[in-house]
């Protein structure tokens, strides 16, 4: 079974507008522990993407060090925007994509994060971090579907997942070994099975 975006992706997706100060930007990204927002117009359009380089980058001192001094205006100094460090290039997929057109995306375009369109108007994102979750705990989830798949079975079989490989312990006879192999073979993720 393939894994779609739309099973990953986090929604809905944490929005700024070209407007939004940059200020309230680092809170959203430091609150909400991620790493670039999508911009959108009034309407919800995407225009643009801001990530957590490009504030940093903006808000932070140019030459290392603190001004001794702060600039006296006589003027009111409007807040920096999103507009002022936004990129108009934006990379995104569609919901419905495979898992493997972000990974492609992110792994080609050095690009962390990729909001997800759906006829237009973003409505979740996908990142790197979602990607090192699903891998992280995949062996556990693999381990359990199979065992959940395989226990009407015979609830004696011993599951076994390493780097999506399964290996079941305890059919004896050939159509036991057929139907183990199988059933643990159409679990998603699942990229091997041995039958012991």
């Excluded at 959108?40 to 932070?60: C, H, K, M, N, R």
């Amino acid at each position: 079974m393939t894994m779609l975006i739309r099973d990953l992706m986090s929604a809905p997706a944490v929005t700024v507008t070209a407007e939004t100060p940059i200020t309230l930007a680092l809170r959203l990204l430091d609150d909400r522990k991620i790493t670039a927002m999508p911009v959108v117009d009034a309407t919800g359009v995407l225009v643009g993407i801001v990530s957590e380089a490009d504030i940093v980058q903006d808000t932070a001192p140019t030459d290392g060090h603190v001004p001794n001094a702060a600039v006296w205006t006589t003027t009111d100094t409007p807040p920096r925007r999103i507009a002022d460090v936004m990129s108009h290039l934006v990379v995104t997929v569609d919901p419905d994509d495979e898992l493997d057109v972000a990974i492609d995306l992110m792994w080609s375009t050095m690009v962390k994060s990729l909001p997800v369109l759906d006829h237009g108007r973003v409505v979740g994102m996908i990142s790197r971090s979602d990607v090192i979750h699903l891998l992280a705990g995949r062996d556990d989830r693999i381990r359990a579907e199979v065992h959940e798949i395989i226990r009407p079975e015979n609830p004696d079989w011993q599951i076994e997942a390493h780097d999506g490989i399964v290996t079941v312990t305890g059919p004896a006879d050939p159509r036991e070994r057929n139907l183990a192999g199988v059933l643990a073979g159409s679990i998603r993720g699942v990229i091997a099975v041995h039958i012991r």
